[in-house]
């Protein structure tokens, strides 16, 4: 490896240090140079001077912006230098040179929009804001999966391409496979239920998604990242709540004590969900609605985008981001379990952050016969699911789970106003590169 270390674990009191990155921005003062030098960590500053180290000073003046280049030099502490600290150079070389101009500005805040920003993602990427989503993207799911690992929950990976969907066929992307029609997976429902039937008994998977939805809205795209849960023994969807809850809470605490500088950049004040998640029912979310908000879901089966942001502002007023809505009227799904005389019309739930649908999840409908009658009843091709209700058919114990999408998690916990802004390279009805 090339000697170096972290601009962020410059010493002011070591005598020489080696750092490494591009070159953030020049400023040229007649005989004084500035280089501010970014890293993955952060920046520095090297101040070249035409008395003190001539040649280097002769050297500096080719430099461009996003040259990237390694420095050797002292650490003097400085008060106007970003973190405090400067470097003196004694050494002064160029790794790669960048062309120019950039078709997007690195280092100045000028205002681009979300759409420019992607086409130029490239660039994008190396802003420190951006980076910062990343890094605090990486720190959020790693302690996610920290949580999962430590609770005995198995790590899968189910297949990404598949012979039909698990919730509902308009939304599929259709592929050429060999010479048959397949399809890209929309969820890994029909497998992590497999497992359960399996005897895996608590399963967990990083996975993809993919969505065929027409949409123009700030939290849809078309490959999504989903954390998908599944647990077995369940008493009921209630069990499957605390999992969520408290791994999220586990994840989002992680994000505020080991990713300050991340939320620092992003300008982001983190409040972790420490008390218990309120749990509402359909129903009782309607009469908020209503009473407090006199705002009526155009469905009045399913909550829309501002009903959901006008709960989250009723709950985040009483110290809550992040609620749950339990029991959908209208969601006989073949997979969801509704139990004759339940208080709620069905066991599945939302989990609702920050005035955003994170995930859904529930209870599953473990009894074959029933889950084949429903199956009928709302006309789901059976073909399809041959090798799901087999499976199932010989002992299942009572189970249930949860899909999480990641990238809206991501959005909500770094404050971006789209969800884009939380992928590296987005996929949307318009875009398939970069
Ligand atoms: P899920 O997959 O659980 O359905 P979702 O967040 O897409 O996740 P929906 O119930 O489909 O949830 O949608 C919730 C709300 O989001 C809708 O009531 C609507 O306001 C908005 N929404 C969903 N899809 C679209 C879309 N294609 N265009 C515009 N708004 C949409
Ligand atoms: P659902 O379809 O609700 O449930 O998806 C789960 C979560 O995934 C996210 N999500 C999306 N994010 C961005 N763009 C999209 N187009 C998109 N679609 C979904 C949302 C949503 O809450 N099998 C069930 C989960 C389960 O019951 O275990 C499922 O896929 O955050």
Same mark, same amino acid.
């Given at each position: 490896?090339?000697?170096? /270390?972290?601009?962020?674990?410059?010493?002011? @009191?070591?005598?020489?240090?080696?750092?490494?990155?591009?070159?953030?921005?020049?400023?040229?003062?007649?005989?004084?140079?500035?280089?501010?030098?970014?890293?993955?960590?952060?920046? /520095?500053?090297?101040?070249?001077?035409?008395?003190?180290?001539?040649?280097?000073?002769?050297?500096?003046?080719?430099?461009?912006?996003? @040259?990237?280049?390694?420095?050797?030099?002292?650490?003097?502490?400085?008060? +106007?230098?970003?973190?405090?600290?400067?470097?003196?150079?004694?050494?002064?070389?160029?790794?790669?040179?960048?062309?120019?101009?950039?078709?997007?500005?690195?280092?100045?805040?000028?205002?681009?929009?979300?759409?420019?920003?992607?086409?130029?993602?490239?660039?994008?990427?190396?802003?420190?804001?951006?980076l910062a989503v990343f890094s605090l993207r990486s720190k959020l799911m790693t302690a996610m999966e920290e949580w999962f690992d430590e609770e005995g929950f198995v790590d899968i990976k189910t297949p990404l391409i598949s012979k039909g969907g698990a919730e509902g066929g308009a939304e599929l992307f259709p592929?050429?496979?060999?010479?048959?029609?397949?399809?890209?997976? +929309?969820?890994?429902?029909?497998?992590?239920?497999?497992?359960?039937?399996?005897?895996?008994?608590?399963?967990?998977?990083?996975?993809?998604?993919?969505?065929?939805?027409?949409?123009?809205?700030?939290?849809?795209?078309?490959? /999504?990242?989903?954390?998908?849960?599944?647990?077995?023994?369940?008493?009921?969807?209630?069990?499957?709540?605390?999992?969520?809850?408290?791994?999220?809470?586990?994840?989002?605490?992680?994000?505020?004590?080991?990713?300050?500088?991340?939320?620092?950049?992003?300008?982001?004040?983190?409040?972790?969900?420490?008390?218990?998640?309120?749990?509402?029912?359909?129903?009782?979310?309607?009469?908020?609605?209503?009473?407090?908000?006199?705002?009526?879901? @155009?469905?009045?089966?399913?909550?829309?985008?501002?009903?959901?942001?006008?709960?989250?502002?009723?709950?985040?007023?009483?110290?809550?981001?992040?609620?749950? =809505?339990?029991?959908?009227?209208?969601?006989?799904?073949?997979?969801?379990?509704?139990?004759?005389?339940?208080? /709620?019309?069905?066991?599945?739930?939302?989990? =609702?952050?920050?005035? +955003?649908?994170?995930?859904?999840?529930? +209870?599953?409908?473990? @009894?074959?016969?029933?889950?084949?009658?429903?199956?009928?009843?709302?006309?789901?091709?059976?073909?399809?699911?041959?090798?799901?209700?087999?499976?199932?058919?010989?002992?299942?114990?009572?189970?249930?789970?949860?899909?999480?999408?990641?990238?809206?998690?991501?959005?909500?916990?770094?404050?971006?106003?789209?969800?884009?802004?939380?992928?590296?390279?987005?996929?949307?009805?318009?875009?398939?590169?970069?």
């Amino acid at each position: 490896m090339i000697e170096r /270390i972290h601009t962020s674990e410059v010493d002011p @009191d070591a005598d020489e240090v080696a750092i490494a990155g591009h070159v953030h921005e020049i400023r040229d003062l007649g005989g004084l140079v500035f280089l501010i030098v970014r890293d993955r960590e952060g920046l /520095i500053q090297v101040v070249f001077k035409e008395e003190r180290e001539p040649e280097l000073f002769e050297a500096v003046q080719d430099a461009g912006s996003e @040259d990237v280049v390694r420095v050797v030099g002292e650490p003097l502490e400085s008060d +106007q230098a970003p973190g405090g600290v400067e470097l003196a150079p004694t050494a002064y070389e160029v790794l790669d040179e960048a062309d120019s101009p950039l078709p997007l500005e690195i280092s100045k805040d000028v205002d681009v929009d979300l759409s420019t920003r992607l086409d130029n993602r490239a660039l994008d990427l190396r802003k420190p804001e951006t980076l910062a989503v990343f890094s605090l993207r990486s720190k959020l799911m790693t302690a996610m999966e920290e949580w999962f690992d430590e609770e005995g929950f198995v790590d899968i990976k189910t297949p990404l391409i598949s012979k039909g969907g698990a919730e509902g066929g308009a939304e599929l992307f259709p592929i050429l496979y060999y010479d048959r029609d397949a399809f890209l997976s +929309q969820s890994p429902q029909l497998y992590k239920q497999i497992l359960m039937a399996a005897g895996y008994e608590a399963v967990y998977e990083t996975g993809t998604a993919f969505r065929a939805e027409d949409f123009a809205t700030s939290r849809h795209v078309s490959e /999504i990242a989903m954390f998908d849960v599944e647990l077995a023994y369940i008493e009921d969807h209630n069990d499957v709540m605390d999992v969520q809850e408290e791994s999220l809470r586990h994840a989002i605490r992680a994000v505020a004590e080991n990713a300050e500088r991340e939320l620092d950049l992003l300008d982001v004040d983190l409040t972790v969900p420490e008390e218990d998640f309120p749990r509402i029912t359909f129903e009782e979310a309607l009469d908020l609605l209503e009473t407090e908000f006199g705002h009526f879901p @155009d469905d009045p089966t399913d909550l829309d985008t501002k009903g959901e942001k006008l709960l989250g502002e009723h709950f985040a007023e009483q110290g809550h981001p992040a609620f749950f =809505i339990v029991g959908y009227p209208d969601e006989k799904f073949y997979y969801m379990q509704d139990v004759e005389g339940d208080e /709620i019309a069905s066991r599945k739930f939302d989990l =609702i952050y920050e005035g +955003q649908e994170l995930s859904s999840g529930g +209870q599953r409908e473990h @009894d074959v016969e029933r889950m084949v009658e429903v199956m009928e009843a709302e006309g789901v091709e059976q073909a399809n699911f041959e090798f799901y209700i087999e499976a199932l058919s010989f002992g299942t114990p009572p189970h249930g789970g949860y899909g999480l999408g990641i990238d809206r998690l991501v959005q909500q916990v770094a404050g971006l106003d789209n969800i884009k802004e939380a992928i590296m390279f987005p996929r949307d009805p318009n875009r398939l590169e970069p």
